[in-house]
């Protein structure tokens, strides 16, 4: 689940100097390599989360170019104050990604970023910008009405909250101002998650794929495959063994299914209405 300036890449069609600053999808937090249709994996990170969640994950995908996104407010943005709004938030990344001119990137998010994904690759594809594919992970699907946000419990109950989804660094624990630094950035990224709203209606016309935990509450009874509702192509999905953070509790199997979704979704698409 995890949260704004202004865009400083060029829009569609602007030059712009090689060395403009890309806080949205930091050239620097880049690896692996892809070229072709499909080959880039844009990265949102789970609430709390920068792009650092995504450091590791290019020597277990060959071939694909990984291009995590930064939201404000941490790692390199740290002074930046976080977002609350995803809908403003996915409107500067998609102008990010629209300036990089990619042939059909993935998109991909883990927990509150599948939902941030799912928003930047709506308004991607209303500026008629083509998506492989959306790969959801650890998240329900979006809820079309707001909801009520942990993000007011008192400081306590919402650490014990993250704490219990398994999504609280250890550091918080041990080092009581580490909390207080994070709360802030947490806070922001769940109340961005909870008060999201987005009608049925709206659907991408992209496929997507959902990955979920079979241990996590968050998408038990049927809302991982709630996602099917929200394309008019081709859904699948995938589940798991573990809980919200299955990708460290199960990285083998978590990673070989984002490659089959990857590979399929690179050659196919099209919607179905």
């Not at 499909?38 to 709390?48: E, Q, R, T, W």
């Not at 792009?51 to 407010?73: C, D």
């Not at 959801?136 to 079309?144: F, G, L």
Request: proline share 7%; net charge negative; hydrophobic share 45%.
């Amino acid at each position: 689940m995890a949260s704004g300036l202004m865009a400083t890449g060029a829009m569609p069609g602007v030059l712009r100097s090689v060395a403009a600053p890309r806080p949205w999808l930091p050239v620097q937090r880049r690896a692996g390599a892809g070229t072709g249709p499909g080959s880039v994996l844009i990265c949102f990170p789970p609430a709390g989360a920068g792009a650092g969640f995504f450091r590791e994950w290019a020597g277990s995908l060959p071939g694909i170019r990984i291009v995590p996104v930064q939201l404000p407010g941490r790692e390199e943005r740290f002074g930046e104050a976080p977002e609350e709004d995803a809908v403003a938030l996915a409107r500067n990344i998609a102008d990010a990604i629209a300036s990089e001119g990619w042939d059909r990137p993935v998109l991909l998010g883990y927990s509150y970023g599948a939902l941030l994904a799912f928003e930047t690759a709506m308004q991607l594809e209303a500026e008629d910008i083509d998506i492989a594919c959306l790969i959801a992970m650890a998240r329900a699907a979006p809820q079309t009405t707001p909801q009520p946000t942990v993000a007011d419990m008192d400081d306590d109950a919402f650490l014990d909250y993250v704490r219990r989804l398994g999504g609280l660094p250890q550091e918080v624990d041990e080092v009581p101002e580490f909390a207080e630094l994070m709360l802030p950035v947490m806070r922001a990224d769940f109340r961005a998650n909870d008060l999201y709203a987005r009608a049925e209606s709206e659907r991408l016309r992209c496929p997507i794929h959902t990955i979920a935990g079979t241990a996590d509450a968050a998408t038990a009874d049927g809302r991982d495959a709630a996602w099917a509702e929200r394309t008019k192509s081709d859904y699948g999905l995938a589940r798991i063994d573990g809980g919200h953070f299955f990708i460290n509790e199960n990285p083998s199997a978590a990673f070989h299914q984002i490659r089959d979704m990857i590979s399929s979704a690179s050659h196919a698409g099209g919607s179905k209405a």
